[in-house]
T-cell receptor, first 115, second 116 residues
């Protein structure tokens, strides 16, 4: 079955430290891949997406993600975390083989930032 | 963002009552989706629409129905609300490219529903 896995339920980092959030997908072909962020009480905001081409994609708020086909991964990174980055992060994948849009979401990673 | 609004933003209701949630978009996006978000489950697809009057079930559709009579509106109805339907409900839209290729989904602010 198609799935998206975020192995870390909760991550805590200090402000200014680097960050990497993990995401793995299971599909036969390369899916479209997304990272969304959700602040408390808010909807989901798109951070970045990968459809094809350069495997390192840049997003908003200083985030980037790297697609690695050999590892079926799409990890999100930020070199220096700010307190305002505290939120929940969701990885999602869309199977290119399906005829109608359907995103598969991971269960999310909650990020806490210590001052 | 796709100019998505959801109403109501918060609702408390009793078990057994029908509830309708509304999603409205102003971008003329073809595809619309309803998700529910529960702790530890991420977002799960309830129903989606690929055009006016064209809808289909997602992975957690039992107890829910939808309607789309206009491009801009997508209604989610809980036919007889149960406590297990207490959740946060998100609407999403997607432009839909020529040839049916999908791209980015944009999300509304959510509706918090409590079923007592």
């Amino acid at each position: 079955a198609q799935s998206v896995t975020q192995p870390d339920i909760h991550i805590t980092v200090s402000e200014g430290a680097s960050l990497e959030l993990r995401c793995n997908y299971s599909y036969g072909a390369t899916p479209y891949l997304f990272w969304y962020v959700q602040s408390p009480g808010q909807g989901l905001q798109l951070l970045l997406k990968y459809f094809s081409g350069d495997t390192l994609v840049q997003g908003i708020k200083g985030f980037e993600a790297e697609f690695k086909r050999s590892q079926s991964s799409f990890n999100l990174r930020k070199p220096s975390v700010h307190w305002s980055d505290a939120a929940e992060y969701f990885c999602a994948a869309f199977d290119r083989g399906s005829t109608l849009g359907r995103l598969y979401f991971g269960r999310g990673t909650q990020l806490t930032v210590w001052p | 963002d796709a100019g998505i609004t959801q109403s109501p933003r918060h609702k408390v209701t009793e078990t057994g009552t029908p509830v309708t949630l509304r999603c409205h978009q102003t971008e003329n996006h073809r595809y619309m989706y309803w998700y529910r978000q529960d702790p530890g489950h991420g977002l799960r697809l309830i129903h989606y629409s690929y055009g006016v009057k064209d809808t289909d079930k997602g992975e957690v559709s039992d107890g829910y129905s939808v309607s789309r009579s206009k491009t801009e509106d997508f209604l989610l109805t809980l036919e007889s609300a149960t406590s297990s339907q207490t959740s946060v409900y998100f609407c999403a839209t997607e432009r839909g490219l020529a040839g049916g290729t999908q791209e980015t989904q944009y999300f509304g602010p959510g509706t918090r529903l409590l079923v007592l």
